[in-house]
């Protein structure tokens, strides 16, 4: 019996392993700096879809992503260029930073959960976009230009990793997708996970039975805005430019997305399979950005009228259809 459930969770292991193993070599399949480019893109935005999904899990849901996502990347790109800290220094503290932020508007907001809770993100991510915009250190509407790569990193028997093309970049990107995951996936495994849950299923019956949904719901939110901060960070770093067009309410939108198309119950993969498609789909159809949101949002109408399981739950189904059908092969 011991051999035969060593082998049975093996094989559940087995996808996960090969997709992590398959995410670390691809940069020697890909070479183009394009597409290198393109994965960076996927990789942070499913760190931000993870976000979103968490807070989900508690039975919110935000308008306020990228406002956090913006937090973290002003905050890192300052603590550099003005404060004259180092980028792996600048990293956690522009998570801590952001997730500050979040909390300090979470005690508020989150007593109002549901329609109140959408608006006050929603009025959240337009004032702060504004205050990137009117406030003279954040650089204006023109934004912040010349923000410093990260610091060389010296590995062992290998030298100073310089941060001059898109490899380093690439797997700094799939660290902070992999650490993202690892954390979320400890939390979900745990009871704060499992109260999570039921406050998303009945918040009112989860308070009844002694949970503290304020306190959860807090936690999530700024567990989830810490995490953005993260990825905003990264950004500010690789993009070496922002401004406050791009942590606006269109990015919010598409963060939802991503965890919405992928599929809100797999909070986890769901996240990354929806980031995966909607990020290189636009790339590969060559979308228009005059049309993008039309074509995104009939996308999205269409996923979540006939696919309410997202993209994951479609594929779970062709899998578990696939796997009957090889058996009744097999039998007969």
Known sequence: MGYLAGKLKYSKNAPIAGLVLLALCLPLLVENPYY?????????NAILGLGFALIYSVGLVTLGGSA?????????ALLVMKGGVSYWLALPLSGVITAAVALCFGLVAIRYAGIGFIVFTLLFCFIVERMFGYVPVFGGWGGIIGVPPPNPVPLPFYGNVEFSSKLPYYYLSLLLLFFTMAVFFSLYSSRIGRAWRAIRLDSRLAEAVGEYVFGYRLAAFVIASGFAGLA???YAHYSMAISPEAFGLLKSVHIQVYAILGGLEYYILGSLTGSFV???????????????????GSVLIIIVIFLPSGLTGLIQTILRFSGRLYSMIVRR
Not at 36 to 41: D, G, K, V
Not at 68 to 76: E, L, P
Request: charged fraction near 5%; charge should be negative; glycine fraction near 8%.
């Open 68 to 76: 956090f996502w913006g937090i973290g990347a002003y905050a890192s």
């Open 36 to 44: 290198l480019h393109s994965l960076i893109a996927v990789y942070v």
């Open 278 to 296: 909607f990020t290189l789909l636009p790339e590969l159809l060559q979308i228009s950005p005059s049309i993008e949101p039309y074509i995104t």
């Open 232 to 234: 905003g960070s990264f």
